[in-house]
């Protein structure tokens, strides 16, 4: 059987067909109240995991633009086995794994004791909602076959 080498291209605009809903998800993106730098890790590692070349590619030069070093983001798929991350950043990447893949791990609770040591409540429910958001929208791009290198921040 013949496999293509041909790029994948994007199956469907979203943006354009689905506009009032995707408008929705950005303004609610607008109002989670998170880091914003340790919000663009958490991003790239959930993209990491969901295989979402596009936010990947989006989240991983968002980051550079706020100053994020290219060794720390190289290092970010093997995190809880690199000495660049410090302990608050290691609970929200943990909590990110455990919620991107809730279904297997339904968020274990020494996985969230974890993070309720490094974050305030009302910090803590919001990254929750940047790590359920990020996973919204690499649903829906890996869905889409969005391109990555297409964005442009």
Same mark, same amino acid.
């Given at each position: 059987?013949?496999?293509?080498?041909?790029?994948?291209?994007?199956?469907?605009?979203? !943006?354009?067909?689905?506009?009032?809903?995707?408008?929705?998800?950005?303004?609610?993106?607008?109002?989670?109240? +998170?880091?914003?730098?340790?919000?663009?890790?958490?991003?790239?590692?959930?993209?990491?995991?969901?295989?979402? !070349?596009?936010?990947?590619?989006?989240?991983?030069?968002?980051?550079?633009?706020?100053?994020?070093?290219?060794?720390?983001?190289?290092?970010? !798929?093997?995190?809880?086995?690199?000495?660049? +991350?410090?302990?608050?950043?290691?609970?929200?990447?943990?909590?990110?794994?455990?919620?991107?893949?809730?279904?297997?791990?339904?968020?274990?609770?020494?996985?969230?004791?974890?993070?309720?040591?490094? +974050?305030?409540?009302?910090?803590?429910?919001?990254?929750?909602?940047?790590? !359920?958001?990020?996973? +919204?929208?690499?649903?829906?791009?890996?869905?889409?076959?969005?391109?990555?290198?297409?964005?442009?921040?």
């Amino acid at each position: 059987m013949a496999t293509s080498t041909a790029p994948p291209h994007p199956r469907i605009d979203l !943006a354009g067909l689905a506009a009032a809903p995707y408008a929705a998800m950005v303004r609610v993106e607008q109002r989670i109240q +998170f880091d914003p730098a340790l919000r663009e890790l958490v991003k790239i590692r959930a993209s990491q995991i969901n295989g979402c !070349a596009f936010c990947i590619d989006m989240h991983w030069a968002d980051a550079r633009a706020r100053g994020e070093s290219e060794l720390r983001l190289a290092q970010l !798929a093997a995190w809880d086995e690199s000495r660049f +991350f410090d302990d608050r950043e290691r609970a929200a990447l943990a909590l990110t794994e455990a919620v991107t893949h809730v279904s297997a791990t339904h968020v274990p609770d020494d996985v969230w004791a974890r993070a309720e040591a490094q +974050f305030e409540p009302a910090e803590l429910a919001n990254l929750v909602c940047a790590i !359920a958001a990020i996973n +919204f929208w690499n649903r829906l791009q890996v869905s889409a076959r969005a391109l990555p290198a297409s964005y442009r921040a």
